[in-house]
């Protein structure tokens, strides 16, 4: 299984972003993907989760209202739109991939499988 986020970079706060992870070499009948970020000095921590059967979703409180997941299963992806970008906001983000039944799991450790981060950095 593998996955591949892209689309952070550099934006002022009130800007957005659209981050994207591929997903291959996995059925996707079960389980669900998240997204984690970790800030330097910070614990990763979950941002929003969705289940690639049904698409119920998650969102930790300090994204609720700007941050939207949402998946193509066509193409195998999963996708964040980031509106209204604080600077709180800024850290490597992370897609992870999980067989689990419970929705969502908050920690790391609970994930299989993990994308390389992609950094957004939000300047003031």
């Known amino acids: 299984v593998q996955l591949q986020a892209c689309g952070g970079g550099l934006v002022q706060a009130g800007g957005s972003l659209r981050l994207s992870c591929a997903v291959s070499?996995?059925?996707?009948?079960?389980?669900?993907i998240a997204w984690f970020r970790q800030a330097p000095g910070k614990e990763r921590e979950i941002v929003a989760a969705?289940?690639?059967?049904?698409?119920?979703?998650y969102y930790v409180d300090s994204v609720k209202g700007r941050f939207t997941i949402s998946k193509h299963n066509a193409k195998n992806t999963i996708y964040l739109q980031m509106n209204s970008l604080k600077p709180e906001d800024t850290a490597n983000y992370y897609c992870?991939?999980?067989?689990?039944?419970?929705?969502?799991?908050?920690?790391?450790?609970?994930?299989?499988?993990w994308g390389q981060g992609t950094q957004v950095t939000v300047s003031s």
């Open positions: 070499g996995r059925t996707f009948s079960s389980g669900y």
């Open positions: 992870a991939s999980t067989y689990r039944n419970s929705f969502p799991e908050m920690r790391s450790a609970e994930y299989d499988y």
């Open positions: 969705i289940t690639w059967t049904g698409g119920s979703t």
